[in-house]
């Protein structure tokens, strides 16, 4: 198993394979969203989710060269004390973004809410690269980071106001949950890059987000099921309704691979315009009930693009000495 791509391939496909794995985290959220739905119990559907994705995950760690030698040299790692153990953890934010799919994504919208994650991600982004969580250690915070966040933020607001008028029925609270899982997924991001240095392949942290996850899903399901919602369930009968887990692995392992292949900053661009342009064609082509694309919800995605263009202008970012 390669961990990138043939340069002559990368310099072509690359970004438009970035944009249609952004796609896939698009179509996640909606079919997660109405899994959610179905069973009647968001909590156990990001649990149901993300089982089916630690499944595919464990099957290619087991069965693959790369994934079990990753094992061994992270656990060498975490031995020797070159890596903490908090940084296993970083697959529960991963569980507060499929949790977020699964309450949010029919009321609010798939375009809606990956708008309300994308504005986390940009101010979770500044304080990732302040502080030097990631392995590029220490990035100062510039004039044209700044502007394109705020330009990222004023956007978002933009788009999202149309929804954000129907507070008595509790979704401007909703968008508070996608908000704060975008701005956790860039220090997710750090520590994973962190533990796939370790291991020396991406197929690890894949597989060390999805069972932490699972593990903080289970308990989380665990506990509402006895206290909240001892009602019985009704099993979804669909299969396409168990994708979700396979297209949040499929993600996982294309962004590793990519990031390798054309760099974090293409493969980012090219993931949240996956995302955002992916969330506005679900929402006109496969709507939830009850949601609408508003004019300004097209607006504020489109300048949403325009601010992370911003944000990301080349040559901006210099390192500062730990």
Do not use: C, Y
Request: net charge positive.
């Amino acid at each position: 198993m390669s961990d990138s791509i043939p340069s002559s391939v990368a310099s072509a496909l690359g970004p438009v394979l970035a944009v249609l794995a952004g796609s896939a985290l698009a179509l996640q959220s909606r079919i997660n969203g109405a899994l959610g739905t179905r069973l009647g119990d968001p909590v156990a559907a990001a649990f149901a989710a993300v089982v089916v994705g630690v499944t595919a995950v464990t099957a290619v760690s087991v069965l693959s060269a790369a994934g079990r030698q990753g094992l061994l040299r992270l656990v060498r790692q975490l031995r020797e004390g070159r890596l903490s153990w908090w940084f296993l953890l970083a697959g529960l934010i991963g569980a507060v973004f499929v949790f977020a799919q699964t309450l949010t994504a029919d009321t609010l919208g798939v375009s809606v809410l990956l708008l309300a994650v994308v504005v986390g991600q940009s101010l979770g982004g500044l304080a990732v690269d302040r502080w030097g969580i990631g392995p590029a250690g220490i990035r100062r915070v510039t004039g044209l980071r700044v502007l394109g966040t705020a330009l990222v933020v004023a956007a978002v607001l933009l788009a999202v106001s149309p929804r954000l008028g129907q507070a008595a029925g509790g979704v401007t609270a909703l968008v508070l949950l996608p908000l704060l899982a975008g701005t956790l997924m860039p220090v997710q991001t750090a520590m994973n890059g962190r533990i796939g240095a370790a291991a020396g392949t991406p197929v690890t942290p894949a597989l060390t987000n999805f069972l932490a996850a699972a593990a903080g899903l289970g308990v989380a399901t665990a506990v509402h099921r006895a206290v909240a919602d001892p009602s019985p369930w009704t099993w979804p009968g669909p299969p396409w309704l168990w994708a979700g887990g396979l297209l949040g692995a499929v993600v996982v392992g294309a962004s590793a691979v990519l990031a390798r292949s054309i760099g974090v900053l293409q493969t980012s661009l090219g993931l949240v315009t996956g995302m955002l342009l992916g969330g506005l064609a679900i929402d006109l082509l496969l709507p939830a009930p009850g949601a609408v694309v508003a004019p300004l919800t097209v607006a504020g995605t489109l300048l949403t693009l325009v601010g992370l263009a911003v944000a990301s202008w080349p040559g901006k970012a210099r390192t500062d000495e730990p």
